[in-house]
């Protein structure tokens, strides 16, 4: 899905937020779980990893791209693009754990990962910012946000 929706000039800014991404979601999901604070019943890999892989390396991943991609310039849109996307990712999680067993979800889980994906999205975009307009952009005239 990313390989047809990110504009060819971006594939180097998607890339990243992939990787940064996917590196704090792993990163927060290993924690809490390690906490008893997140818990999926359903693993792909349940002697490697008691997180569900599909979601914390795929699926959120690439929300954060399409985050990036879409991030609008004006102040008061950030905010509610912010709140949007927050959203749909609580809304999928829900969807999820209503009809599978893919993940347990409860009310708090879902407050708690709000807060979660808000700080992971904000993180990701701040360094994503950084790195797009560091000198290795300039000096090589790379496109960037």
């Not at 754990?97 to 979660?116: H, P, Q, W």
Request: glycine share 2%; with cysteine.
């Amino acid at each position: 899905m990313l390989i047809i929706f990110v504009p060819k000039k971006r594939i180097r800014e998607s890339i990243a937020v992939f990787l940064f991404f996917h590196f704090l979601t792993w990163l927060f999901s290993i924690g809490l779980t390690y906490f008893g604070l997140l818990e999926a019943p359903f693993r792909e890999f349940p002697y490697a990893t008691k997180i569900n892989f599909s979601m914390e390396y795929m699926v959120f991943p690439t929300i954060a791209v399409f985050f990036q991609l879409l991030f609008p310039k004006r102040k008061i849109y950030r905010i509610i693009h912010y709140i949007l996307t927050v959203t749909f990712i609580l809304f999928i999680m829900g969807v999820i754990g209503y009809f599978t067993e893919i993940m347990d979800v409860t009310k708090e889980s879902l407050t708690r990962s709000a807060l979660n994906f808000t700080v992971e999205l904000w993180l990701c975009r701040k360094y994503i910012t950084w790195l797009m307009d560091s000198e290795y952009t300039k000096k090589n005239k790379v496109e960037s946000i």
